[in-house]
């Protein structure tokens, strides 16, 4: 049985990355994907490709937006099954150099948009739907024999991975799986952070 055949899903940020390859991979298994993205022109290249795939241009900072898109997709069906936040910016300047406006901007479409997306959406869901939040981790290639990376992001950033996987299950009843989306969660570094009781995954895409 294909669980996601004819599921509607929702992806932000689904452009490129991680939330492209998502759309593609739920895409190849017969689901309905809506993306919302403010990437015009990648947007226009992906409308080409040969995936049951539908493109919104919605930044999803943007209440009123997101409150667009959303009448958008509940005209061409009644319900949303599936919504995935993955939409997210990081500024590539030095941390001393931050200001207001740029913590305005990251909290707007990290934090907001992700707020606006489930308030705006879930209105739509039924009961047995999902609301996945996807959590990366931003920089690539830490400065070498330097800990700023691993302070800054790692650690926090993997932190915050315990704290989701946390929540899979709340009774004794309760049953889920945990997948690791991000590439780098993969690797050596990340795996000497996993709880002992992580220590049976199975990697499922090479």
């Known amino acids: 049985m294909n669980y996601y055949k004819d599921k509607v899903v929702v992806i932000t940020g689904g452009a490129k990355g991680i939330g492209s390859e998502t759309a593609k991979l739920l895409s190849s298994l017969d689901a309905i994907i809506y993306v919302l993205d403010i990437e015009q022109i990648i947007i226009k290249e992906l ?3 040969p995936f049951n795939m539908n493109y919104l241009n919605c930044n999803v900072g943007d209440y009123e937006a997101v409150d667009r898109s959303v009448k958008t997709i509940i005209k061409e069906h009644n319900n949303i099954d599936i919504l995935i936040n993955n939409a997210g910016i990081q500024i590539e300047s030095k941390f001393s150099d931050y200001d207001y406006d ?28 999902t609301i996945l ?3 990366s981790i931003h920089s690539k290639i830490p400065r070498a024999n330097k800990y700023w990376y691993e302070y800054a992001y790692m650690y926090p950033g ?3 991975v315990l704290q989701a996987a946390g929540r899979v299950i709340r ?9 690791l989306i ?7 570094k ?3 952070l996993y709880p002992k009781e992580w220590f049976h995954y199975k990697r499922i895409v090479d």
Not at 102 to 129: E, V
Not at 171 to 179: K, V
Not at 183 to 188: Q, S
């Open 158 to 160: 993997m932190n915050k």
């Open 102 to 129: 740029k913590w305005q901007k990251i909290m707007i479409t990290n934090f907001f948009g992700t707020c606006n997306c489930i308030h705006n959406i879930s209105k739509y869901m039924k009961n047995g739907s």
């Open 133 to 135: 939040n996807i959590i």
């Open 47 to 49: 409308n080409k490709l």
């Open 190 to 192: 990340y795996k000497r």
């Open 171 to 179: 009774s004794e009843e309760d049953r889920g799986a945990l997948l």
């Open 182 to 188: 991000d590439e780098r969660l993969g690797t050596a």
